[in-house]
């Protein structure tokens, strides 16, 4: 398959974005990256790489995004390209798909008591495209109760997926453990010396900002899912 320059750098950014991040690029980063101005010119090349079977696009996800490996595969063009899945590589076999399991709630909103858990008491499983994630063992998923989070695009009712882990940059949305109170939420983090500030995306809330010693970073987000009716 005969691609255009651009095409082919959006393809390679991409998989290298992937690759980098474990997750898919926004509109605006692959605008930013390969010097597209305008979001409707991003959205009409990716159509067109969709129909060629070179990516995949999922709706009711938060970048929804992925590489079509068993297509680019067909096409000539997966070995050109980062983080191709070795269940993709020379065979143009199917996508494989992972479970993540759900914890819970969080709130996006009022901090909200929760029970320890952990994969082995989840009642319910999500099932994932493995070309949006990397480390799936690492992941876990936790239904979001609250607006506090919607000019982050995590609404009431959405599941926010997170990776594991004990510490996080300043900006990032992360599950916050407020240990004094017992009680847990989703904000954007910052670390300012010996306190914590927690960010809502809501001008509707106030920041919360806590000892440092009482917060614990208990996951990351790195992706949203949204169930369209």
């Given at each position: 398959?005969?691609?255009?320059?651009?095409?082919?750098k959006?393809?390679?950014?991409?998989?290298?974005?992937?690759?980098e991040?474990?997750?898919?690029?926004?509109?605006?980063?692959?605008?930013?990256?390969?010097?597209?101005?305008?979001?409707?010119?991003?959205?009409?090349?990716?159509?067109?790489?969709?129909?060629?079977?070179?990516?995949?696009?999922?709706?009711?996800?938060s970048?929804?995004?992925?590489?079509?490996?068993?297509?680019?595969q067909?096409?000539?063009?997966?070995?050109?390209?980062?983080?191709?899945?070795?269940?993709?590589?020379?065979?143009?076999?199917?996508?494989?798909?992972?479970?993540?399991?759900?914890?819970?709630?969080?709130?996006a909103?009022?901090?909200?008591?929760?029970?320890?858990?952990?994969?082995?008491?989840?009642?319910?499983?999500?099932?994932?495209?493995?070309?949006?994630?990397?480390?799936p063992d690492?992941?876990?998923?936790?239904?979001?109760?609250?607006?506090?989070m919607?000019?982050?695009?995590?609404?009431?009712?959405?599941?926010?997926?997170l990776?594991?882990q004990?510490?996080?940059?300043?900006?990032?949305?992360?599950?916050?453990?407020?240990?004094?109170?017992?009680?847990?939420t989703?904000?954007?983090?910052f670390?300012?010396?010996d306190?914590?500030r927690?960010?809502?995306?809501?001008?509707?809330?106030?920041?919360?900002?806590?000892?440092?010693?009482?917060?614990?970073v208990?996951?990351?987000?790195?992706?949203?899912?949204?169930?369209?009716?």
């Amino acid at each position: 398959m005969k691609l255009t320059e651009r095409r082919k750098k959006m393809l390679a950014f991409i998989a290298e974005f992937v690759e980098e991040n474990n997750y898919p690029p926004s509109i605006r980063d692959i605008g930013s990256a390969c010097d597209i101005s305008s979001t409707s010119v991003v959205k009409y090349n990716l159509t067109k790489l969709e129909q060629g079977r070179l990516i995949k696009r999922e709706k009711e996800v938060s970048r929804g995004l992925s590489l079509d490996w068993a297509g680019l595969q067909e096409a000539g063009l997966a070995d050109d390209l980062a983080g191709a899945p070795a269940s993709h590589q020379g065979d143009g076999s199917a996508f494989s798909f992972f479970q993540v399991p759900v914890l819970g709630y969080i709130a996006a909103g009022e901090p909200i008591q929760v029970e320890t858990t952990d994969h082995f008491t989840a009642d319910e499983w999500l099932e994932l495209n493995e070309t949006l994630y990397r480390n799936p063992d690492q992941l876990y998923a936790l239904r979001v109760q609250g607006d506090s989070m919607i000019d982050a695009s995590v609404l009431d009712g959405d599941i926010v997926i997170l990776r594991h882990q004990e510490r996080a940059e300043n900006g990032e949305m992360v599950a916050a453990w407020l240990d004094t109170q017992n009680e847990t939420t989703l904000k954007h983090f910052f670390l300012e010396g010996d306190q914590v500030r927690l960010r809502p995306a809501n001008p509707s809330y106030p920041e919360m900002f806590l000892p440092a010693a009482d917060v614990s970073v208990k996951g990351k987000v790195v992706s949203v899912i949204r169930q369209l009716e």
